[in-house]
């Protein structure tokens, strides 16, 4: 029984099928990728998981909960925390403060009135904040508007920000689309830090082989909506049916 | 100092001595002399810049913080009002319940119409709040006769019952507001220094008192983890949900508190001056409260009392500018000249104001998109001469 468990989901947009009967569970501690050709899908099944979408059939339970027909805060107070294709950062913050915001989330929940508190004397917080800041190499720009910096650097700050919740799923995805070589090879150190210095499950949706197959436990392959194969890295590298569906000598 | 750092209780500070000597600041000028006029130490007026410089801190806290554009705030600054004349027409003349009960309808009428606008967000929020204040005007100015006197405005009358006051005084007039029993808000005590002339009045000094809660409130919000989720709210919602957390309270918090900050200024206006009309609540007073804030300086501290001053000084005093004074100014010049030279001005000084106060307005947008604080800030920079040593430490405190 893995931590999230996706059974028979399906969902359709007008004619489209776009997710037919979709089968997934992901392990605990372990780092499952999600990968498929353009429009198979798998977007719109992560939409699923965080409450962007709801799914027309099937469940999608989260550590024995349903997580359907919540709204994406409530899910993320569950446990989920969500890195963005774009990063999606305050942008007119800065980076001590985008830190600052998770860690209030998670002690204060999704709502609280704390306004004759000062943000600068929540100790115990900031050393929270500057800690993850310091594991992600980014201490020295804490001060630093966020919306000058380099795409590379506004992706470290998302995954700092969803990691300093301690989230029991981090779901990714995309994580090094529309970066340069350099940024990617980063955030695939980045990632390969995380998995192995904290032990946190990850859901990772990507495009990019390379970083597919050096991170992943397990790999699903999604194509037009359904789930092709599920195995490990080395059996999905040379399986048929994943060069089939890549190269597209179906039609 | 009071939970503040020394930054902000520094900024504390200044404004609690411009609030309390304005008498003095104000009247730079001396009596007789014919830049009297320029003169803005009266206490109409030094009430004025106190009560809409509440209204734009409150309304900074909303727009300035979340972003969220509110264009009929004006409806709870007038609620504040009658609220408050209703107090003093039941209760009695003392001004602290009137003021209570303002601040306490205010925030209710708040609480309903946030609820019901910060469903949508950018223009939809800001038409929704102005078709809620424009309703409210008209409900006002018409269907609510019996509660607003409609077009003539709710006043005090001498068949008022005010159960823990008098209706009528022994000379039989009526009674005036006051903060304790002989403590009227409009007596003013005169000191005369040389040629100069200085007015020291009650009802101002419970403006300025409440100016100052009202300011380091605010102050304290922005510092506080609630004021940091607002500046996200405005800077990236999908982030926040994402985060966990739900922006809706948040928005609907900033509202209802700058809701009420519009009801103590209008309940402070009505302690003022005891009675209230629907113009009050009109969509041209709730765009003002915006220019005032954007003109100061949205999001910053300062900037929106700044704003409010300003434009509270060009209403009155630019205003007072007519053709005869111009012909004082330039009678010296060859007549030709000097009716040309007044033919100009005239269209940006008496009653024509509004023209200055529209380029101005343009000229600050336009060049100091921070407002005037921006401005105060570059020519503090240009004086330091510093080669930008700590821009980090400027970034630090955006808000200010």
Redesign the interface.
């Given at each position: 029984m893995g931590i999230l468990e996706v059974k028979d989901v399906g969902k359709r947009f007008g004619g489209l099928q776009a997710l037919g009967d979709v089968n997934l569970s992901v392990a605990q501690n372990s780092v499952h990728a999600i990968i498929g050709p353009n429009g198979a899908g798998k977007s719109t099944l992560l939409n699923c998981l965080v409450g962007k979408l709801i799914p027309d059939s099937g469940s999608v339970m989260f550590d024995g909960q349903s997580v359907l027909g919540r709204k994406p805060y409530e899910i993320n107070q569950m446990g989920i925390s969500r890195v963005f294709q774009t990063p999606e950062i305050f942008g007119d913050l800065t980076v001590l403060e985008n830190m600052m915001i998770p860690c209030f989330a998670r002690r204060d929940g999704s709502f609280r009135l704390h306004a004759f508190e000062s943000v600068n004397r929540e100790h115990d917080l900031v050393e929270k904040a500057e800690q993850m800041l310091i594991d992600v190499n980014m201490i020295d720009k804490r001060h630093m508007q966020t919306a000058s910096m380099s795409r590379g650097d506004k992706r470290r700050l998302e995954m700092a920000m969803c990691l300093v919740q301690e989230p029991r799923l981090l779901l990714l995805d995309e994580p090094t689309a529309g970066m340069a070589r350099a940024d990617t090879n980063n955030t695939i150190d980045l990632l390969k830090e995380i998995k192995e210095t904290r032990n946190i499950t990850m859901a990772i949706i990507e495009h990019d082989m390379h970083v597919v197959f050096s991170l992943a436990d397990r790999i699903t392959v999604l194509a037009q909506g359904t789930p092709l194969v599920e195995d490990t890295p080395d059996k999905i590298k040379g399986h048929p049916k994943v060069r089939e569906a890549y190269l597209g000598e179906a039609h | 100092m009071l939970?503040l750092?020394t930054k902000d209780t520094t900024l504390l500070i200044v404004v609690a001595v411009l609030a309390l000597g304005a008498p003095f600041i104000l009247n730079p000028f001396p009596e007789a002399s014919s830049l009297a006029q320029f003169n803005a130490g009266y206490p109409d007026l030094m009430q004025r810049f106190a009560i809409f410089g509440i209204f734009a801190i409150g309304f900074n806290i909303l727009f300035g913080l979340t972003g969220y554009l509110s264009f009929g705030h004006a409806a709870f600054l007038g609620v504040g009002s009658y609220s408050a004349v209703w107090m003093f027409k039941l209760l009695g003349m003392n001004v602290l319940p009137a003021i209570a009960l303002s601040i306490i309808v205010a925030g209710l009428f708040a609480l309903l119409i946030g609820y019901i606008s910060l469903r949508r967000s950018g223009i939809y929020f800001s038409i929704l709040t102005l078709a809620f204040a424009q309703m409210s005007f008209n409900l006002a100015y018409s269907v609510l006769t019996p509660i607003t006197n409609g077009e003539t405005g709710l006043q005090l009358t001498l068949s008022d019952p005010r159960i823990f006051g008098q209706s009528a005084t022994s000379d039989g007039g009526i009674p005036v507001t006051n903060l304790l029993p002989g403590f009227e808000m409009r007596e003013t005590f005169t000191w005369e220094i040389g040629p100069w002339l200085f007015q020291f009045n009650t009802g101002y000094y419970l403006c300025a008192a409440f100016l100052l809660l009202a300011f380091y409130l605010s102050v304290?919000?922005f510092?506080?983890?609630?004021?940091?989720?607002l500046?996200?709210v405005?800077?990236?919602q999908?982030?926040?949900?994402?985060?966990?957390?739900?922006t809706r309270?948040?928005t609907l918090?900033a509202f209802v508190?700058s809701g009420m900050y519009a009801g103590l200024a209008g309940g402070l206006l009505a302690s003022m001056d005891p009675l209230a009309g629907a113009e009050r609540m009109q969509w041209t007073a709730s765009g003002e409260v915006v220019l005032m804030t954007i003109l100061g300086g949205a999001g910053t501290l300062i900037g929106p009392v700044l704003g409010a001053g300003f434009i509270k000084y060009f209403e009155n005093i630019f205003s007072k500018i007519n053709d005869s004074v111009l012909h004082g100014w330039f009678g010296f010049m060859p007549d030709g000249m000097e009716n040309a030279i007044i033919f100009v001005s005239h269209f940006f000084v008496g009653k024509s104001w509004h023209l200055t106060l529209g380029l101005l307005f343009m000229l600050v947008v336009t060049f100091l998109p921070g407002g005037l604080v921006e401005g105060g800030q570059r020519i503090g920079r240009l004086f330091r001469r510093k080669p930008a040593k700590d821009p980090?430490?400027a970034?630090?405190k955006?808000a200010e």
């Open positions: - | 939970g750092n304290r919000i510092r506080s983890p609630f004021g940091l989720m500046r996200a405005k800077s990236n999908q982030r926040m949900h994402y985060t966990g957390l739900n309270p948040y918090a508190i980090k430490s970034d630090m955006p």
